[in-house]
């Protein structure tokens, strides 16, 4: 696993202009449209920052949408404790206790978008395993992961479905309450926009998901994988 | 912002608090604390920037430009400006959403009668 603790001389951005979008089409999402096609209503957790398309595309469509900016959500100051090392970490129950708190087997679909590759390495284990279980026997999630050649700077996107197998990709530009990432080494500026944490090769992907019954990897050109996964 | 200017708008400035239930039969522009419930029936509720709400909300439209903490059941159509920031479920005909708004909750749009 590649990890980007590093300082960056990148300039932070001066203006929060809307940040234009960029068309992306995703095999994953084209073979997780086909569940959503069926008439049956289905239950879908959207782990990106709130997209307004999104919401929109399942509401249409008769689903029942929940959103959960789950990035954003690991910000929050109060978060930050020591682990027995006395390394500074997130605390992983507490973040439990306030986020994704929803029966067990309650989602048909849960997409993640590029959450892993952005959360603070304390969570990402947890998040996955409550994801294990809110997700029905069956459900599928989706998640998108940096290749070797991403750089630290490759910017967090928001995603709007616009099609069974296109997303609109927009960089995440915080807008609301701006505040100093947590643990220090993390996000140095969330004003400036969400850090990739690190790179996960495949194998570490695989163990990330072994509780899952399945895992399908779907290659792209603009070193993003698509990953795939059925509970 | 967004300030009703009408009279027919009943306005809880930014020092109010209030805690327990709020019930009325008028539009309604909220931009203090309340806590507890918030019932207006047939009539709209705007949430100002400087709103704090922790509370179940009934009304015909909301609009929240401020923070909104409980479930939100809307009539007709709610309204998520940019600064607004809900935790709850919100349930309405119509719904929008401005980028850069945060929700953190279930939408249910009720189809019932919507176009």
């Keep these: ?231 | 912002m967004e300030v009703p200017k009408t009279g027919e708008f009943a306005h809880i400035g930014k020092s109010v608090v209030i805690k327990g239930e709020l019930s009325g039969s008028e539009d309604l522009y909220l931009d203090g604390q309340v806590e507890g419930s918030i019932l207006l029936k047939g009539n709209d509720l705007t949430i100002g920037p400087n709103g704090q709400v922790k509370a179940n909300v009934d009304a015909k439209g909301v609009t929240v430009q401020g923070k909104l903490e409980g479930n939100c059941t809307a009539g007709d159509r709610v309204d998520l400006r940019k600064s607004a920031v809900v935790m709850g479920d919100i349930s309405a005909k119509r719904i929008a959403i401005e980028e850069g708004a945060y929700l953190k909750g279930k939408v249910d749009i009720n189809r019932e009668g919507a176009k």
């Design chain 1, 1 to 231: 696993m590649k990890l980007f603790r590093g300082s960056s001389s990148t300039p932070e951005p001066t203006e929060k202009a809307a940040a234009p979008k960029l068309q992306r089409r995703s095999s994953g999402l084209a073979e997780v449209a086909r569940s959503w096609s069926s008439d049956d209503p289905l239950c879908i957790l959207d782990l990106g920052a709130t997209s307004a398309g999104n919401i929109r595309f399942f509401a249409e469509r008769g689903h029942r949408i929940y959103s959960e900016d789950l990035l954003s959500a690991s910000t929050e100051p109060d978060l930050v404790t020591k682990d027995e090392q006395g390394n500074t970490v997130l605390d992983s129950k507490k973040f439990l206790e306030e986020n994704l708190v929803y029966p067990a087997a309650h989602f048909d679909v849960v997409l993640a978008w590029n959450l892993p590759d952005y959360l603070d390495e304390s969570l990402v284990k947890p998040v996955v395993g409550r994801l294990w279980s809110v997700l029905k026997p069956g459900g599928m999630l989706l998640a998108f992961f940096h290749t070797k050649d991403a750089g630290p700077d490759s910017p967090c996107y928001r995603y709007h479905i616009t099609g069974t197998d296109l997303v609109d990709m927009q960089p995440v530009l915080p807008q609301r309450e701006v505040r100093r990432g947590p643990t220090g080494a993390v996000h140095r500026s969330i004003g400036a926009g969400f850090r990739l944490q690190r790179v996960f090769n495949n194998r570490h992907v695989e163990n990330l998901f072994r509780d899952f019954a399945s895992i399908k990897f779907f290659l792209s050109r603009d070193n993003i994988r698509e990953v795939l996964v059925v509970r």
